[in-house]
């Protein structure tokens, strides 16, 4: 991968359970992002964290990043049928390239 | 919803034929970036620019060209497609403050 992996690479989880999923990455960055895609479709944004920030919260999701390790961590709470889609990482480092991971898919059944 | 808009959505076209993918933006941003996924898997960066007149290759090996003659418009070509080519292609747009954008892709078929 040109970013890194993410894991699990899917995940299947009933309504109202929280579902985490991990991101490791390869080189420096700037800040980490979250998307979200729905199948077939273009990508959106979710949440960013910068490289000084340990953790961010946004609703339903929680985000945390540890540089020493290269990893992220992206937690979403009570999780709704909605929620399923694929869930991507994706890092803005040096020479303004903007690489995306692997993706999990996360499934909710309701 | 973002304005970032991607023609054709659906592509079937032959081998052998040059095609070009649409990418427009209205946010005035100066960073584009196009990807290429297969179905359910990672996006391969393929291209990208930094403002007009500036155009870099990506990591993934890629036989198509871009351009970026105006801030809004950053079109990718394939001179002459092949089965392999066949993929889902995104183009995306990104703030000052790193944030992207995507079009909604176009699913390209070559038989």
């Known amino acids: 991968s040109q970013q890194g992996e993410e894991d699990p690479q899917a995940l299947s989880i009933q309504e109202g359970e929280n579902a985490t999923m991990n991101c490791s990455y390869k080189?420096?960055?700037?800040?980490l992002q979250w998307y979200r895609q729905n199948s077939g479709r273009g990508l959106v944004h979710l949440i960013l964290?910068?490289?000084?920030?340990r953790e961010k919260h946004s609703g339903r999701l929680r985000v945390t990043l540890d540089t020493s390790k290269k990893s992220s961590s992206l937690l979403i709470t009570a999780s709704r049928a909605a929620d399923t889609a694929s869930y991507f990482c994706?890092?803005?480092?040096?020479?303004?390239?903007?690489?995306f991971g692997s993706g999990t898919k996360l499934n909710v059944k309701p | 919803e973002a304005d970032i808009y991607q023609t054709p959505r659906y592509l079937v076209i032959g081998t052998g034929k040059k095609i070009t993918l649409e990418c427009s933006q209205t946010m005035g941003h100066d960073k584009m970036y196009w990807y290429q996924q297969d179905p359910g898997m990672e996006l391969h960066l393929i291209h990208y620019s930094y403002g007009v007149n500036s155009t870099e290759k990506g990591d993934l090996s890629s036989e198509s060209t871009v351009s970026r003659i105006r801030t809004e418009h950053f079109p990718l070509t394939l001179e002459s497609a092949r089965p392999s080519h066949t993929s889902q292609y995104l183009c995306?747009?990104?703030?000052?403050?790193?944030?992207?954008?995507f079009g909604q892709g176009t699913r390209l078929t070559v038989v």
């Open positions: 995306a747009s990104v703030t000052g403050n790193t944030e992207a954008f």
């Open positions: 964290i910068r490289s000084n920030e």
């Open positions: 994706a890092t803005y480092g040096n020479f303004n390239k903007f690489y």
């Open positions: 080189t420096s960055i700037n800040n």
